[in-house]
Nanobody, 121 residues
Framework: QVQLVESGGGSVRVGGSLRLSCVVSGHSISRYYMGWFRQGPGKEREGVAFIDIGDATNYAYSAAGRFTISRDNANNALYLQMNSLKPEDTAMYYC????????????????WGQGTQVTVS
């Protein structure tokens, strides 16, 4: 059974940084397309950053230039470095994985973590 566990969220000042981690068990991430997604208060879930099995990346416009997604296949982990955080980045952040390439289309992903809260004020 595949499990994803996020960590690294917290409360941070505007302009600050956080690094989110997602550790995966039950399956090697080397064959997974993976992404970070978020859901703010009263908002629909949205894609933030995506990384494919060849380490090519794609970012939502709101994240480009501030966030960096990376993966460590040896440790079966996914990361999201977030810099220059803004209040509108406040959300629950989720990592997700799938055997197929869905990019930032969150509804298509099969495997999800429980989320980690990020609050920027």
């Amino acid at each position: 059974q595949v499990q994803l566990v996020e960590s690294g969220g917290g409360s941070v000042r505007v302009g600050g940084s956080l690094r989110l981690s997602c550790v995966v068990s039950g399956h090697s991430i080397s064959r997974y397309y993976m992404g970070w997604f978020r859901q703010g208060p009263g908002k629909e879930r949205e894609g933030v950053a995506f990384i494919d099995i060849g380490d090519a990346t794609n970012y939502a416009y709101s994240a480009a230039g501030r966030f960096t997604i990376s993966r460590d296949n040896a440790n079966n982990a996914l990361y999201l470095q977030m810099n220059s955080l803004k209040p509108e980045d406040t959300a629950m952040y989720y990592c997700a994985a799938d055997e197929y390439n869905h990019g930032l289309a969150w509804r298509q992903y099969q495997h999800w973590g429980q989320g980690t809260q990020v609050t920027v004020s």
